[in-house]
Nanobody
Framework: QVQLVESGGGLVQAGGSLRLSCTVS????????MGWFRQAPGKEREFVSH????????YYKDSVKGRFTISRDNAKNTVYLQMNSLKPEDEGVYYC??????????????????WGQGTQVTVSS
């Protein structure tokens, strides 16, 4: 059974930082690309960041470039999202997802195979 478990969400003031973690079990983690998506109330789920299976390639939503950093530790079956300089518009439920292959469509949720349950990020202004 594949499980993705996110942690690290919480309440933070604007300008603050959070580090999200997603620990994966039930699949060969090192062969899967990983992504982070988020969903704000009343809005569609949106792409935030992606990292290739090796960690060599990373991609970001334009609005988070320079503030967020995605990384992974294949020995720990864990992907991270370091979020700095948080803004109120970053608020939402953050989901991690795994994909055996996305090609150039790393930003599309439909190309991911498994999803976590999400962790809430709240940014107060």
């Amino acid at each position: 059974q594949v499980q993705l478990v996110e942690s690290g969400g919480g309440l933070v003031q604007a300008g603050g930082s959070l580090r999200l973690s997603c620990t994966v079990s039930g699949l060969i983690f090192s062969t899967y690309a990983m992504g982070w998506f988020r969903q704000a109330p009343g809005k569609e789920r949106e792409f935030v960041s992606h990292i290739s299976w090796s960690g060599k390639n990373t991609y970001y939503k334009d609005s988070v470039k320079g503030r967020f950093t995605i990384s992974r530790d294949n020995a720990k079956n864990t992907v991270y999202l370091q979020m700095n300089s948080l803004k109120p518009e970053d608020e939402g439920v953050y989901y991690c997802a795994s994909a055996i292959y996305t090609g150039n469509y790393y930003y599309e949720a439909g190309h991911y195979d498994y999803w976590g349950q999400g962790t809430q990020v709240t940014v107060s202004s």
